[in-house]
């Protein structure tokens, strides 16, 4: 679905001078959920941040999950300088999300990273920016707890 409205949504930005803006999203540890609580409260896990992202979403906007624990929300615009509160936002809504509903002693976190469509982008650019950045985001944030 992404690579049939991306490349429009980047020519009608270039056109508009508006700023999409591609949040790539990885659920923490993924894996260790599915060892410890097993595969159905992963499944859970899924689609409960899938639920979560949705909420993000303003008409024009996109959530999607891209496979295993990878998800992206594509904002068709966004001022550059509030972007960032996005980022907060999502972590926040994941950390605060009340996981012991789910399962007892079950606890979720994500880690984000944001790009803003470039004008020399294509999906694959864009969506490899954001990975970067969420590296970026998952190395700082762990570094601090070490």
Not at 67 to 74: I, K, Q, R, S
Not at 117 to 128: F, I, K, R
Not at 135 to 142: A, G
Request: glycine share 6%.
């Amino acid at each position: 679905y992404l690579e049939q409205i991306v490349p429009a949504l980047l020519s009608d930005a270039t056109e508009r001078q508006r700023a999409p803006a591609l949040v790539f999203v990885d659920i923490d540890h993924f894996k260790q959920i599915n060892d410890r609580f097993s595969h159905l409260v992963g499944d859970e896990v899924l689609r409960t941040v899938g639920r979560i992202l949705s909420g993000f979403v303003r008409e024009g906007d996109v959530s999607v999950r891209l496979g295993g624990d990878e998800f992206v929300v594509l904002f068709s615009h966004v001022e550059a300088q509030s972007s960032t509160s996005v980022v907060a936002r999502i972590h926040k809504a994941v950390n605060e999300f009340d996981w012991h509903s789910v399962h007892p002693g079950l606890s979720v976190s994500a880690s984000a990273g944001l790009a803003l469509a470039d004008s020399q982008d294509t999906l694959a650019s864009w969506l490899h920016r954001c990975d970067l950045q969420m590296y970026v985001e998952k190395d700082s944030r762990y570094q601090d707890l070490a």
